[in-house]
């Protein structure tokens, strides 16, 4: 069994914990939503710490990172993040290994790149601004079928049923289609788990989407206020046996329980 602490910091900022490596999402003190940056004692426990930019958008990126986490940090950038601010730049198809972690770029509908990112036996996905970027309720048949193109060239070269927990928006300003590439991933990515991102401090669209996008192969979880803090169990890789292994961990009584639940 391995273990996996997820702190959300709002808008598409997460702290992941794998023992003692972290790996910071996507964190910006900026967006219209309250967000959290994370504290520096927290970080200064990780034996090493990888910083993750997927793009330059000021709701994704804040230069207060790197006075934050440190001259020590790995910084791995989006290729869009301008000069000066420094880290190894990923374009989409780019794949590049920092020690114990392996990073995967892949394409985005919107501004930089999404991330597949492996770390002690965990293999996590961040969309960044991946996602089916259309308003059905306003947008013209043409703008709907361009979006629909673009973001299924994007998801088509990602791993299918590898993805241990993965991060994905589910944006409200869509309308009725908020969910509609969180959707179209998790049933054709299939991650183990899926936790939504980007939604604009409305968290009831993340719980909804936690009840409606939810299938026999994706759990989905809802963090729902910055600083919120999550535990995940996920069992040991047993190659000759995906399905036990999904059911195991969707079994699993304890799973999702946050550190006072489980006491």
Same mark, same amino acid.
């Given at each position: 069994?391995?273990?996996?602490?997820?702190?959300?910091?709002?808008?598409?900022?997460?702290?992941?914990?794998?023992?003692?490596?972290?790996?910071?999402?996507?964190?910006?003190?900026?967006?219209?939503?309250?967000?959290?940056?994370?504290?520096?004692?927290?970080?200064?426990?990780?034996?090493?710490?990888?910083?993750?930019?997927?793009?330059?958008?000021?709701?994704?990126?804040?230069?207060?990172?790197?006075?934050?986490?440190?001259?020590?940090?790995?910084?791995?950038?989006?290729?869009?993040?301008?000069?000066?601010?420094?880290?190894?730049?990923?374009?989409?198809?780019?794949?590049?290994?920092?020690?114990?972690?392996?990073?995967?770029?892949?394409?985005?509908?919107?501004?930089?790149?999404?991330?597949?990112?492996?770390?002690?036996?965990?293999?996590?996905?961040?969309?960044?601004?991946?996602?089916? !970027?259309? !308003?059905?309720?306003?947008?013209?048949?043409?703008?709907?079928?361009?979006?629909?193109?673009?973001?299924?060239?994007?998801?088509?070269?990602?791993?299918?049923?590898?993805?241990?927990?993965?991060?994905?928006?589910?944006?409200?300003?869509?309308?009725?289609?908020?969910?509609?590439?969180?959707?179209?991933?998790?049933?054709?990515?299939?991650?183990?788990?899926?936790?939504?991102?980007?939604?604009?401090?409305?968290?009831?669209?993340?719980?909804?989407?936690?009840?409606?996008?939810?299938?026999?192969?994706?759990?989905?979880?809802?963090?729902?206020?910055?600083?919120?803090?999550?535990?995940?169990?996920?069992?040991?890789?047993?190659?000759?046996?995906?399905?036990?292994?999904?059911?195991?961990?969707?079994?699993?009584?304890?799973?999702?329980?946050?550190?006072?639940?489980?006491?």
């Amino acid at each position: 069994m391995k273990d996996i602490g997820v702190t959300y910091l709002g808008g598409s900022g997460f702290l992941v914990a794998l023992g003692d490596i972290g790996l910071l999402f996507d964190a910006s003190e900026h967006g219209q939503d309250r967000r959290v940056l994370p504290d520096r004692g927290d970080l200064s426990a990780f034996r090493k710490l990888y910083v993750f930019v997927s793009h330059g958008h000021d709701d994704h990126f804040s230069e207060t990172i790197y006075g934050l986490c440190g001259e020590n940090a790995v910084y791995i950038v989006g290729e869009d993040v301008p000069e000066p601010y420094r880290g190894v730049r990923m374009s989409p198809g780019d794949e590049q290994g920092f020690g114990p972690v392996s990073v995967r770029a892949f394409g985005s509908t919107d501004a930089g790149v999404s991330f597949l990112v492996t770390c002690a036996g965990i293999t996590l996905f961040h969309a960044g601004d991946l996602n089916l !970027w259309h !308003w059905r309720d306003e947008s013209s048949i043409t703008e709907i079928e361009e979006a629909e193109k673009a973001f299924y060239a994007c998801v088509e070269p990602i791993p299918k049923q590898i993805i241990d927990v993965a991060f994905f928006p589910v944006d409200p300003r869509q309308g009725s289609m908020y969910d509609a590439g969180a959707g179209y991933f998790v049933m054709t990515v299939k991650p183990k788990i899926l936790i939504p991102m980007h939604f604009q401090g409305r968290a009831d669209v993340a719980v909804r989407f936690a009840v409606t996008g939810e299938t026999a192969s994706t759990k989905v979880v809802a963090l729902e206020e910055p600083g919120d803090h999550i535990e995940l169990h996920i069992p040991d890789t047993d190659e000759t046996a995906p399905d036990r292994r999904l059911r195991e961990l969707l079994a699993d009584e304890s799973f999702g329980d946050t550190p006072e639940e489980k006491e």
